[in-house]
Structures are given as C-alpha cells and as structure tokens.
C-alpha cells in the first residue's frame, strides 16, 4: 500500500510541476508552489526529490527510458530476424503512441534549462548513438 501511495504522490507532485512551468515558466517554478499546487508538504516533497532541477532531471531521465526502450527494439533484430523496413513499422506506431500520449508532458520537459541533461540534448545523443550502431552493422544483401 505504501509503495502505492508513494507513487501516487510522486505524481500529483510531477502533474503539478508541469502545470506551473505550463502557466508560469521554469524559473518562476518554486517547491513551495509545487507543494501547494499538488496538495502536500514540503518534506513529503522532499522525501521525493532534493529540489526543483532534481524533479526536473528525474522526470527528464523518465522520459528518455521511455524513448530508449522504443529504440532497443533495433537490438533485437537478429533475434527477430527483421529487416529495416519491418522494424520502422514495429517502432513506428510505439513512437506515435508515445508522442501522442506525452505531448504536453515533452513540450514542457523540452523547455527545462538543464544544459547537458535537457531532454532535447540527451535525445539526439541516444539518436545519434543509435545511428552509429546501425550504420556499423552490416546488412543482408536480402535488406
């Protein structure tokens, strides 16, 4: 049950989070507004995050696992034996699910000032890794 509630909590405070940063921007973003918005304390806050950037970073990293994991179907290829053209129709639609599903969530989470660790910095990165993986591969004559 506390497990339940933790998360429970965890997201009442992210959904809060975005809304601000939504109507007021990042920097106008503070935990004492997170926690009056999502309805807790502060150390309830702060048994969930360290601070604003840390929210922001876990949500951000959330986000990339989410993409990555579309990605790592490509990994799979030899044990599925796909080409090219069949493993954009399996990423494909999960990529547009996906987009369609978090779009408020990635408009807001592109616009955090987190340099380095920035949702945009840290997806071309993963893209740019992937791209390097796959043209390193060989392909079939058959591909």
Known sequence: MADYRFQRTDNEIQAAFLKLVNQQGFRNVSVSAVTQAALVNRQTFYQHYTDIYDLSEKMVDHMMLK?????????????????????????????????????????????????????????????????????????????
């Open 67 to 143: 993409f990555k994991t579309l990605l790592e179907i490509r990994g799979q290829k030899d044990a599925l034996k796909l080409g090219i053209t069949e493993m954009k129709e399996l990423i494909s639609p999960q990529a547009t699910q996906l987009f369609f599903d978090e779009r408020d969530k990635i408009k807001i989470l592109r616009q955090l000032p987190l340099d380095e660790k920035s949702l945009d910095k840290q997806l071309t990165k993963t893209i740019n890794q992937y791209l390097d993986a796959f043209f390193k591969e060989e392909i079939s004559a058959l591909e």
